[in-house]
């Protein structure tokens, strides 16, 4: 059962196949062979027939995806017509007979009058071109363009669907095959509608040719007089032209109530229950055209009966709606409170990212929950922490989410940015971190476990919690529970500070600039200067711990090297020359900037190892040297001795940086034009292998 059942939509389709290619063929051969009176009249109401199907259809669809035939239907039924109106031709020139239908609908047309049946086949045809087939193609043009112009968007909305989980898999793949027929669709349509316009003007074309030859067979060959003449070729190229002009009129009309129809929000809506739910869905505009009708009727000289009848039919119309839409606005209300309950699950199921999050164990949940809600590290050292960050660098930093988890060790601690472990740490709530070396503590009679700072890896003190005032006191800072995490925390966002610093922020920034400096901005931004490159410059200036705070400045310096200059890195380079205040007092302690010197060897090697390409310069240093300079700097720059700045070329400052970053994160490097003519530089070594 199950295979027979499979095999009969094959064979029906097989067998549809057959009959159009076969009807095709024929068409093409009726403009070839002969046709008898009967058969042109039988064809003739076939296509009457297949023009009002196409129009009932186009009416009962709730949106072009279920008539993805229709284009070529239309290209079908305008050769139909075409092959239809030179075999009329042929029997009207040769037999001044063409069947009955043609016949009729002359005589009820003319009706005696030439004139008037000529004038209302022309008026059928201007509607058909210049209104109808000439809005249609028109709405077929925007459509297809507006579609194709989508696409990219749709699909990446897809995506980022199915991505977060919002869809399935097969329901993407839907999704996906939905907008690739839309596309084809109202390419198909922007291509056919140029059929029904081609069509409209053969009919003219042709009607002409009818009532020319005939006049001109009648005269010349059967000796009719030319009244004759006229009145019976007359009467059969109306009559030809009318059955031909109105099936053509219906396909243009479904034609055009396919391209205009806008999918409804509910599945199997119809053309006329969406006009009907659409036009008398408010009773007040009833009840007011029902007035204005009511005005009509009460003018001297207008017929008052009709307006009267149509008033009282819009004024018992809105009295229906309005007694039935209160139980129908019950239930929109109600479906609409469940969709949004169904939307708020939804994105509670796939939330946003979470840009900064700590998670503790069970040992430290006191540090991120207290007795009132949040603990001290939310409510105290998360604050001064965002301050600072501003202050040093000139980026927000994002709400951070702490919670206690029971997968973690109880004394452990996880930092993650956008939900990506990037460090963690043990935190003994008993005890606190000194930040030294344990002999340094010693000194001051504190005993502790030497242990290293896990932000920096210098050597630092384990210590009791009631030491932290006596170490203080003597220069030693000494960080708490909340504390520690809340400094492991600061160094993690500094190193990844780039990721807090996207095309919004940028914006906000820009925001509160223009404010203070309106033509700043305005000459700036987007011209020359696009958004998305300057988010990509202050991005390279936060990563490498230069603040974008003195925002005027970096705009200023954009807005002279950016019309020359296009590529960011090099930009960013520029703008750092430009900061080169900023950038010399956020490191200079009392006007003296201690550093230590790249030897010009190590210059010449990472020099000689810059390959430039069309898509960007990089480095391409062979393992050992880079190895050799690295541990070089190891030597140089100890986490020990503090945060430590290397002195360099500025063709060669972006590579030695990029060659250090990963294994000496905390590692600053500048170039010589990057130094204020004020400061004093104090050589503290050099980095030579």
Same mark, same amino acid.
Request: aromatic residues 4%.
């Given at each position: 059962?199950?295979?027979?059942?499979?095999?009969?939509?094959?064979?029906?389709?097989?067998?549809?196949?057959?009959?159009?290619?076969?009807?095709?063929?024929?068409?093409?051969?009726?403009?070839?062979?002969?046709?008898?009176?009967?058969?042109?009249?039988?064809?003739?109401?076939?296509?009457?027939?297949?023009?009002?199907?196409?129009?009932?259809?186009?009416?009962?669809?709730?949106?072009?995806?279920?008539?993805?035939?229709?284009?070529?239907?239309?290209?079908?039924?305008?050769?139909?017509?075409?092959?239809?109106?030179?075999?009329?031709?042929?029997?009207?020139?040769?037999?001044?007979?063409?069947?009955?239908?043609?016949?009729?609908?002359?005589?009820?047309?003319?009706?005696?009058?030439?004139?008037?049946?000529?004038?209302?086949?022309?008026?059928?045809?201007?509607?058909?071109?210049?209104?109808?087939?000439?809005?249609?193609?028109?709405?077929?043009?925007?459509?297809?363009?507006?579609?194709?112009?989508?696409?990219?968007?749709?699909?990446?909305?897809?995506?980022?669907?199915?991505?977060?989980?919002?869809?399935?898999?097969?329901?993407?793949?839907?999704?996906?095959?939905?907008?690739?027929?839309?596309?084809?669709?109202?390419?198909?349509?922007?291509?056919?509608?140029?059929?029904?316009?081609?069509?409209?003007?053969?009919?003219?074309?042709?009607?002409?040719?009818?009532?020319?030859?005939?006049?001109?067979?009648?005269?010349?060959?059967?000796?009719?007089?030319?009244?004759?003449?006229?009145?019976?070729?007359?009467?059969?190229?109306?009559?030809?032209?009318?059955?031909?002009?109105?099936?053509?009129?219906?396909?243009?009309?479904?034609?055009?109530?396919?391209?205009?129809?806008?999918?409804?929000?509910?599945?199997?809506?119809?053309?006329?229950?969406?006009?009907?739910?659409?036009?008398?869905?408010?009773?007040?505009?009833?009840?007011?055209?029902?007035?204005?009708?009511?005005?009509?009727?009460?003018?001297?000289?207008?017929?008052?009966?009709?307006?009267?009848?149509?008033?009282?039919?819009?004024?018992?119309?809105?009295?229906?709606?309005?007694?039935?839409?209160?139980?129908?606005?019950?239930?929109?209300?109600?479906?609409?409170?469940?969709?949004?309950?169904?939307?708020?699950?939804?994105?509670?199921?796939?939330?946003?990212?979470?840009?900064?999050?700590?998670?503790?164990?069970?040992?430290?949940?006191?540090?991120?929950?207290?007795?009132?809600?949040?603990?001290?590290?939310?409510?105290?050292?998360?604050?001064?922490?965002?301050?600072?960050?501003?202050?040093?660098?000139?980026?927000?930093?994002?709400?951070?989410?702490?919670?206690?988890?029971?997968?973690?060790?109880?004394?452990?601690?996880?930092?993650?940015?956008?939900?990506?472990?990037?460090?963690?740490?043990?935190?003994?709530?008993?005890?606190?971190?000194?930040?030294?070396?344990?002999?340094?503590?010693?000194?001051?009679?504190?005993?502790?476990?030497?242990?290293?700072?896990?932000?920096?890896?210098?050597?630092?003190?384990?210590?009791?919690?009631?030491?932290?005032?006596?170490?203080?006191?003597?220069?030693?800072?000494?960080?708490?529970?909340?504390?520690?995490?809340?400094?492991?925390?600061?160094?993690?966002?500094?190193?990844?500070?780039?990721?807090?610093?996207?095309?919004?922020?940028?914006?906000?920034?820009?925001?509160?600039?223009?404010?203070?400096?309106?033509?700043?901005?305005?000459?700036?931004?987007?011209?020359?200067? $696009? @958004?998305? %490159?300057?988010?990509?410059?202050? /991005? +390279?200036? !936060?990563?490498?711990? *230069?603040? #974008?705070?003195?925002?005027?400045?970096?705009?200023?310096?954009?807005?002279?090297?950016?019309?020359?200059?296009?590529?960011?890195?090099?930009?960013?380079?520029?703008?750092?020359?430009?900061?080169?205040?900023?950038?010399?007092?956020?490191?200079?302690?009392?006007?003296?900037?201690?550093?230590?010197?790249?030897?010009?060897?190590?210059?010449?090697?990472?020099?000689?190892?810059?390959?430039?390409?069309?898509?960007?310069?990089?480095?391409?240093?062979?393992?050992?040297?880079?190895?050799?300079?690295?541990?070089?700097?190891?030597?140089?720059?100890?986490?020990?001795?503090?945060? $430590? @700045?290397? %002195?360099?070329?500025?063709?060669? /400052? +972006?590579? !030695?940086?990029?060659? *250090?970053? #990963?294994?000496?994160?905390?590692?600053?490097?500048?170039?010589?034009?990057?130094?204020?003519?004020?400061?004093?530089?104090?050589?503290?070594?050099?980095?030579?292998?």
């Amino acid at each position: 059962m199950g295979t027979t059942a499979r095999a009969q939509p094959s064979t029906a389709r097989r067998m549809a196949d057959v009959v159009l290619a076969t009807v095709i063929l024929l068409v093409v051969g009726m403009m070839i062979v002969p046709l008898p009176t009967g058969l042109l009249d039988v064809l003739i109401a076939g296509n009457i027939s297949v023009a009002v199907l196409m129009l009932l259809v186009a009416m009962y669809i709730s949106g072009g995806l279920e008539f993805t035939a229709f284009p070529t239907i239309l290209l079908v039924t305008t050769l139909y017509r075409l092959a239809l109106n030179v075999s009329s031709t042929r029997l009207i020139l040769l037999q001044a007979d063409a069947g009955d239908v043609i016949q009729a609908f002359g005589n009820f047309v003319v009706q005696g009058n030439y004139v008037v049946g000529a004038v209302v086949f022309l008026i059928l045809t201007l509607i058909q071109f210049l209104v109808i087939a000439k809005g249609s193609e028109r709405v077929a043009e925007v459509g297809a363009r507006f579609t194709l112009d989508a696409m990219p968007g749709k699909q990446m909305s897809i995506d980022a669907e199915l991505r977060s989980g919002a869809i399935s898999q097969d329901e993407a793949r839907r999704r996906r095959s939905n907008l690739q027929r839309e596309s084809q669709f109202y390419g198909a349509m922007d291509g056919a509608m140029k059929f029904v316009k081609g069509d409209a003007i053969a009919g003219i074309v042709i009607t002409v040719v009818n009532v020319l030859g005939g006049l001109a067979i009648g005269v010349a060959q059967r000796g009719m007089s030319a009244g004759d003449a006229l009145a019976t070729y007359g009467l059969l190229t109306i009559g030809d032209g009318l059955v031909s002009q109105i099936p053509a009129l219906l396909i243009s009309t479904a034609a055009g109530l396919v391209v205009t129809r806008v999918a409804s929000e509910q599945e199997g809506s119809t053309l006329g229950g969406d006009v009907a739910a659409q036009v008398f869905g408010d009773p007040r505009a009833l009840t007011i055209a029902a007035v204005f009708l009511l005005v009509l009727a009460a003018v001297p000289g207008l017929p008052a009966l009709p307006f009267l009848v149509l008033a009282i039919a819009f004024f018992v119309t809105a009295r229906h709606l309005t007694r039935a839409v209160a139980p129908e606005e019950v239930t929109a209300v109600v479906a609409k409170e469940e969709a949004a309950r169904e939307t708020k699950a939804r994105q509670a199921m796939v939330p946003l990212m979470v840009p900064v999050s700590v998670e503790v164990g069970s040992g430290l949940a006191e540090v991120v929950a207290g007795e009132g809600g949040s603990g001290p590290l939310l409510e105290e050292e998360v604050p001064l922490l965002r301050d600072r960050l501003f202050l040093d660098l000139g980026v927000a930093l994002p709400g951070v989410r702490a919670r206690a988890t029971a997968h973690l060790e109880p004394e452990r601690y996880v930092i993650a940015m956008q939900e990506v472990p990037l460090a963690s740490g043990v935190v003994r709530p008993t005890m606190a971190l000194a930040l030294d070396a344990p002999g340094v503590v010693a000194g001051l009679g504190v005993d502790g476990e030497g242990t290293t700072d896990p932000a920096t890896g210098a050597p630092a003190t384990w210590v009791p919690l009631e030491s932290i005032e006596l170490l203080e006191a003597g220069g030693i800072p000494a960080l708490g529970p909340a504390a520690l995490v809340a400094h492991h925390l600061g160094a993690v966002v500094r190193r990844r500070a780039g990721q807090l610093v996207g095309i919004q922020e940028a914006q906000s920034m820009l925001d509160q600039l223009e404010r203070a400096y309106p033509a700043l901005v305005r000459n700036v931004v987007p011209k020359p200067v $696009a @958004i998305a %490159l300057l988010t990509d410059v202050l /991005r +390279r200036l !936060v990563e490498e711990g *230069v603040s #974008v705070r003195p925002l005027r400045e970096i705009l200023e310096a954009l807005a002279t090297y950016a019309p020359n200059e296009r590529d960011p890195v090099s930009l960013t380079e520029l703008v750092r020359a430009s900061l080169r205040q900023q950038i010399t007092h956020q490191h200079a302690i009392d006007g003296v900037l201690p550093v230590v010197l790249l030897d010009p060897a190590i210059e010449e090697a990472v020099r000689d190892a810059i390959q430039r390409t069309a898509s960007g310069s990089y480095l391409a240093l062979p393992p050992a040297v880079a190895r050799d300079i690295l541990e070089a700097f190891k030597l140089e720059c100890r986490p020990e001795d503090g945060p $430590a @700045i290397v %002195l360099t070329q500025a063709d060669v /400052r +972006r590579f !030695v940086r990029r060659l *250090v970053e #990963v294994e000496l994160p905390d590692v600053t490097v500048l170039s010589y034009q990057e130094l204020a003519p004020e400061v004093t530089v104090q050589p503290l070594g050099r980095v030579a292998i």
